[in-house]
């Protein structure tokens, strides 16, 4: 292999492997704050893409994206008010249920709204035959925006963890629930944080990616389960972890395609390797079984 | 500054809590004694509403908090610190006692977290020189002291501590009862949940033994240690002992 096709795949491996990072992390601040897999996260994504190209058609794509990621949080919020909010202590497997009642119906809604056609936003800069070359890869400019606008938001979200005080208090809110409830701290407006939040990267994520991978009513399900994988892979809750897993699901997808597997069977790589994690290391790649049990962000 | 009426509470159809009274006056230390599963917990948890209460009243201050939410009540002044402590492990020893001052910097926008930060590190020093530690990796005794500085950031009223001596050694366990004798003098109000009956009536100015769910005996703390039932029941050992020793 050349090391033109080899920076190549390797590019657009983090392309796929970032998006697949964000939706981990969009799964993961959920959980801390709550202990529920969210597996309607997928759905963020698809309508953060599909309500910014119905914008697009009446306002600037900035504005655009920006009444998109708005609507998407809204949504998030009203989904977590109606659904999660009012149950005391749910089992983990009605939360699932709940979950993934929720993801079919946004699904068939989105089906109804927007039919079943395959649609995209512009490119952000430049158009489809535009392209930069870095390291002999010939890449698209909006894989640059797909890196430069992730890595962003992962940055933004630890520095808002770190630092700021609702940050502070969602985190503790992770750590213990029941404390963070006798500091005086509003645990339940906290999960409707944690939903807007998760709801937010979705939306934003699946902005960036339309232009390259299109947007359609039903591609949060492949999403969702890439992006499980990957936060299964860097252990639950992690989200730095799941930065470098998504990393690594998405090279090891681009390189599948290049020793020749068959692209049909692309999708299963992610299940196998989520099987096999499941069953070896069920904390995580990075994670030790002492750690798993400490959530943090 | 507290009193709870015929107070009833429990999980689902279980009862736990039968028709409770008691009070607590200011700048007392008051202290329910009682077996393991008798409903100390549950009655505690009810007070700062986290568990639901089915019936009677839980006054602070003339305000009648029994359908409060758990935040409006550390708001109205009345903290606890919780059984087995409860810090938040993954989150360093200073950020543990900011969130504690959560409802004062969400109250007034005056508040100085510095300034009372360096008042619970004049309590507890130990909490000083961990502060960057990670409160996980606090010992027993020095996470029991967050906890209690942590609810202390609150600025409470009313302080109720659940089984602060659990697990401790004698020593510390010691050290823990000084700073709850040190908080009454600082005008603080105390309400103390405590296996260890002995220490904690010899601190307390009242004390109320609560057997399954209802309260037995309540009176100051030095009859209740002078108590023929309360000796054999809760203080055994010690009596058991002593008339052992007398025997031979
Ligand atoms: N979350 C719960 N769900 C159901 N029952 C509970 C729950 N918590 C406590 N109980 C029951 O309520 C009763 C009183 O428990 P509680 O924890 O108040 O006792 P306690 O006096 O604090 O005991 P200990 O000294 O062991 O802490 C017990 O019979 C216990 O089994
Ligand atoms: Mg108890």
Sequence with gaps: MTLELFSQYIFAGITYGIIYAIVAIGFNIIYNTTGIINFAQGEFVMLGGMTAISFNHYLPLPLAIICAVLVTMLIGALIEIAFIRWLESPSVLRMIIITIGLSIIIREMALHVWGDSVRALPYFSGNVVSSITIMGASISPQVLWVLAVCSLMVILLSLFFKFTSLGKEMQACAANRLAATLCGINAKNMVTFSFMLSAALGAVAGCVVSPITSSQYDMGTGLAIKGFTVAVLGGLGNSMAAVAAGLLLGIIEAFSIAVGFPLAFQDAIAISLLLLILFVRPHGLFGNKEAARLKEF | ?248
Excluded: W
């Design chain 2, 1 to 248: 500054m507290l009193k709870i009426r015929n107070l009833e509470s429990g999980y689902g159809k279980l009862r736990v809590l039968k028709k409770i009274s008691m009070h607590v006056d200011a700048g007392e230390i008051v202290t329910l004694i009682g077996a393991n599963g008798a409903g100390k917990t549950t009655l505690l948890s009810t007070i700062a509403g986290l568990s639901r209460a089915s019936g009677g009243d839980i006054v602070l201050f003339d305000q009648n908090l029994k359908s409060s939410a758990p935040q409006e009540i550390v708001k109205a002044g009345c903290s606890l610190v919780p059984e087995g402590r409860q810090v938040f492990a993954t989150m360093r020893v200073e950020d543990n006692l900011i969130l504690g001052g959560y409802v004062q910097y969400q109250r007034s926008k005056g508040y100085c977290q510095s300034a009372e930060l360096a008042a619970i590190y004049d309590i507890f020093p130990v909490l000083k020189e961990r502060r960057d530690q990670l409160a996980g990796t606090l010992s027993g005794g020095e996470q029991q002291m967050l906890a209690m500085g942590r609810a202390l950031m609150a600025g409470p009223k009313l302080i109720m501590m659940d089984e602060p001596s659990t697990g401790l050694a004698p020593l510390i366990v010691r050290d823990i009862f000084q700073i709850i004798l040190h908080l009454r003098e600082a005008g603080n109000t105390v309400l103390l949940v405590e296996q260890n009956a002995k220490s904690a009536l010899a601190i307390a100015d009242r004390g109320y033994v609560l057997e399954t769910g209802k309260i037995i005996l309540q009176g100051p703390a030095a009859d209740l240690l002078g108590n023929t039932d309360v000796q054999r029941a809760y203080l055994g050992r010690d009596v058991d002992a002593a008339t052992a020793t007398c025997d031979i």
